[in-house]
């Protein structure tokens, strides 16, 4: 990274590559926001009459909207000085705006949709408004115009946002923010090519790579978090009984809980900021990371929502759309640390990938039991991944990261 006095918004090499304060406490933003993520699914597979792939087709756009919001957020901060003052500046409006998407989000289908579709782009415009205006007649960072391109591109995604949000409770309004979440990331990906302006080539651009390494680490343990946070509350419901099918229920959820931190962060998950380091473009495996933890996290968030329903139902006989949460939840974060693991390491984990097979091949067997059976078969998997694991490493020095990227 370049160390230059000419150019004060770029990291220097002498600036800390740990996350700021300020990053700690946007963070916070999203431990909520992601309770209300798991709200919204808990009322998609509980209501009556409802149909089940169009709800929660409807809160998986909601939920891509809030990744987008923090993973950029972290781009900015590790590629960007975060204690200047136009950085700073650009995070707080970020956690402001943020809470108000998040507020909004269990009705952002609903009667919130208009206030969420403004929040969502007083966000994404917003923070770069007051950035150019922070730095307007300072140094320009090594990438002068990549602000305004960000800016066309939201530009032109707000119009199907807008206009989605007017449409009312309407399937007008699901396609139109599909398509504007898709623009959103397609900008992201291509690196918001505009004419005349040129685009974003990853990897051109200095940036903080262990910074952004552990930023992931740090999102993906704000989804344990969550994880753990609703679990807890849907424990303290009905006056907190410790029923044995209810207190069961919580045992095994705070099992998988460790068990799914153990194959995040075993090994792959632990030397992320070395496989940056050692990675041909650090940039490009950056993009690619923030693709795969986006499947982990949503994995995630629906193991917790599969154990809320196992501690509200631990006997009963189980709903089959339930599944999807229950066995779906465990095989997407793993299929996400599959490619996880092809990531940091250049191979493929089969222990993860029968793993996935094994949860979608039992899924008849699990329709005719009760849904702590199915909480402790999903437990019992993810047992056998972190054994073997264990049995892998067992006489053989760590293994070190080879990233093919």
Do not use: C, K
């Amino acid at each position: 990274m370049a160390d230059t006095p000419t150019d004060p918004l770029l990291r220097a090499e002498s600036s800390s590559q740990r996350a700021t304060f300020l990053e700690l406490f946007f963070d916070l933003v999203f431990v909520f926001a992601l309770t209300r993520v798991s709200q919204r699914l808990v009322e998609d597979f509980t209501a009556e009459q409802r149909v089940l792939l169009s709800e929660v087709g409807q809160t998986l756009v909601l939920f891509l909207a809030l990744w987008l919001i923090w993973s950029s957020t972290a781009w900015i901060t590790s590629t960007l000085e975060p204690e200047a003052f136009a950085v700073q500046g650009a995070v707080v409006v970020t956690v402001i705006g943020s809470m108000v998407v998040a507020v909004a989000l269990p009705e952002g289908f609903g009667r919130h949709g208009l206030v969420f579709v403004v929040a969502y782009l007083a966000v994404q415009m917003g923070r770069i408004g007051f950035f150019l205006f922070a730095t307007h007649g300072r140094a320009a960072p090594a990438d002068p115009t990549g602000p305004r391109r960000v800016l066309v591109w939201f530009a032109v995604s707000a119009v199907p946002w807008l206009v989605g949000g007017l449409a009312g409770e309407s399937v007008l309004r699901g396609v139109l923010w599909t398509l504007a979440v898709g623009v959103d990331y397609l900008g992201l990906t291509l690196g918001w090519p505009v004419p005349r302006m040129g685009r974003a080539r990853y990897g051109e651009q200095p940036f903080a790579a262990e910074h952004l390494a552990e930023r992931y680490q740090q999102f993906l343990l704000i989804g344990l978090g969550e994880l753990i946070l609703v679990t807890g509350i849907a424990f303290g419901g009905d006056g907190g009984e410790f029923t044995p099918g209810r207190t069961g229920a919580l045992g095994l959820a705070l099992v998988s809980t460790v068990l799914l931190w153990r194959i995040y962060f075993y090994r792959a998950g632990h030397v992320l900021p070395t496989a940056f380091i050692r990675s041909r473009n650090s940039a490009g495996l950056g993009l690619s990371a923030a693709y795969t933890h986006l499947v982990m996290i949503a994995g995630i968030v629906l193991t917790g929502v599969g154990y809320e329903l196992s501690i509200a139902h631990p006997a009963e006989e189980i709903v089959p759309v339930w599944l999807v949460a229950l066995l779906g939840g465990p095989a997407l974060f793993l299929a996400g640390r599959s490619l996880f693991e092809f990531q940091v390491f250049g191979r493929i984990s089969w222990p993860r990938v029968a793993a996935v097979l094994l949860l979608g091949a039992v899924v008849p067997l699990m329709e005719i039991l009760p849904l702590l059976a199915v909480a402790a078969t999903v437990v019992t998997v993810l047992l056998g991944v972190a054994l073997a694991d264990l049995r892998r490493a067992r006489g053989h020095a760590p293994e070190q990261p080879a990233p093919p990227i």
